[in-house]
């Protein structure tokens, strides 16, 4: 009982900050949303920060979900790599932009970007670079840890740059070609 009611806090919570903001929404407004009182709310979580903390939290079982499907899909190393970075991308972009900049805005105040720091994430791209680079896959001689910190780098500003347009979808194709270019990829359209 007591998950369903934090789910439902949580369901509740990303659909109001991906309507209105995170700004915008009040414990008032989830809890009417939810249909329970502040002191169940309370009971469930700290505060509205907490949503967004756990919000990141979950950002791993986009990993955790994916990712024995993301090695099994080819023995490239560019399409594991690049199918595990689309994981992320779908997760960050999925509740939409509002969500998604009041996201971006908390981990700003706090110095974090947890969503993409964490250490199963961190392991599991760095060692696709590194393999990528022994069979000749990535040409870029950097190190695999130098390397994920700049595709991590160009994911969280083409983050910024999609939450402050007015362009409605993330640009993918974008996303990927500069990721292609910092790795040297061998042949980057297969």
Request: charged letters at 25%.
């Amino acid at each position: 009982m007591a998950n369903d009611t934090s789910y439902m806090i949580q369901l509740t919570a990303n659909k109001l900050f991906s309507e209105r903001g995170f700004a915008d929404v009040t414990i008032d407004d989830i809890c009417a949303g939810v249909g329970i009182t502040k002191g169940t709310f309370y009971y469930h979580f700290k505060s509205k920060d907490d949503l967004l903390l756990n919000f990141f939290e979950n950002a791993g079982r986009f990993s955790a979900d994916g990712i024995m499907a993301t090695l099994a899909i080819s023995d490239d190393y560019w399409e594991k790599l690049w199918s595990s970075i689309q994981l992320a991308v779908d997760w960050a972009t999925s509740s939409g932009k509002e969500l998604l900049r009041s996201v971006l805005i908390f981990d700003l105040q706090r110095g974090m970007f947890s969503f993409y720091d964490q250490q199963g994430i961190v392991n599991l791209h760095t060692l696709l670079i590194k393999k990528g680079q022994e069979v000749g896959r990535f040409r870029n001689p950097n190190t695999p840890k130098e390397l994920y910190d700049n595709t991590k780098t160009i994911f969280i500003g083409t983050l910024f740059k999609w939450c402050s347009s007015d362009v409605p979808d993330y640009d993918r194709e974008y996303f990927k070609k500069t990721v292609a270019s910092l790795l040297s990829v061998s042949d980057p359209t297969d």
